[in-house]
T-cell receptor, first 116, second 115 residues
């Protein structure tokens, strides 16, 4: 079974609108971390936001927020007030286990295009 | 802001040749990683490294691969005899060890093309 599933290969959003990128995960470990990374066309991987499995509140970082629904095993990324520079591939990733230094398991990614 | 750097940005090599990909992690980080991304596919973990030894490796990281921290700043990935299927973007990442949810910060990647 896939550990991280991103079901939207591509998404469009109008500039200044909000968009939600879906991510579901599968783990039996009670301790895990969830990450979102942005990969622009230039190729680098840019960290956006982190959510720990024991965190009571949804993570927020500027225009990014993570809609964490533990019972549903989903960790959707919400980008508010989309900008043209948000056009990129977005990857959801999970780290399992107590260790803060374990490997990341990535989803297939979602390509987001922001329309002017 | 400190960042992970990688050299070269693009490497072209002939099948069967050895390549060394170089990375300079963020200076106060202690854990280092290599990932790869075949074009159009997801990012895959290769290996993690701490305290001068491999912490974990994936099944992709076979005997053709090795990692080294030759000095206090560089972290290298060597592929001894490259195959066509090694063509990919290779990312180095590093993370600190304190606190929860230590984020792995990625370098810009090295695009390896094996001909």
């Amino acid at each position: 079974a896939q550990k991280i599933t991103q079901t939207q290969p591509g998404m469009f959003v109008q500039e200044k609108e909000a968009v939600t990128l879906d991510c579901t995960y599968d783990t039996s470990d009670p301790s895990y971390g969830l990450f979102w990374y942005k990969q622009p066309s230039s190729g680098e991987m840019i960290f956006l936001i982190y959510q720990g499995s024991y965190d009571q509140q949804n993570a927020t970082e500027g225009r990014y927020s993570l809609n964490f629904q533990k019972a549903r095993k989903s960790a959707n990324l919400v980008i508010s007030a989309s900008q043209l520079g948000d056009s990129a591939m977005y990857f959801c990733a999970m780290r399992e286990g107590e260790s803060n230094t374990g490997k990341l398991i990535f989803g297939q990614g979602t390509t987001l295009q922001v329309k002017p | 802001e400190p960042e992970v750097t990688q050299t070269p940005s693009h490497q072209v090599t002939q099948m069967g040749q050895e390549v060394i990909l170089r990375c300079v992690p963020i200076s106060n980080h202690l854990y280092f990683y290599w990932y790869r991304q075949i074009l159009g596919q997801k990012v895959e973990f290769l290996v993690s490294f701490y305290n001068n030894e491999i912490s974990e490796k994936s099944e992709i990281f076979d005997d053709q691969f090795s990692v080294e921290r030759p000095d206090g700043s560089n972290f290298t990935l060597k592929i001894r005899s490259t195959k066509l299927e090694d063509s990919a973007m290779y990312f180095c990442a590093s993370s600190p060890t304190s606190g929860n949810g230590d984020t792995q910060y990625f370098g810009p990647g090295t695009r390896l093309t094996v001909l």
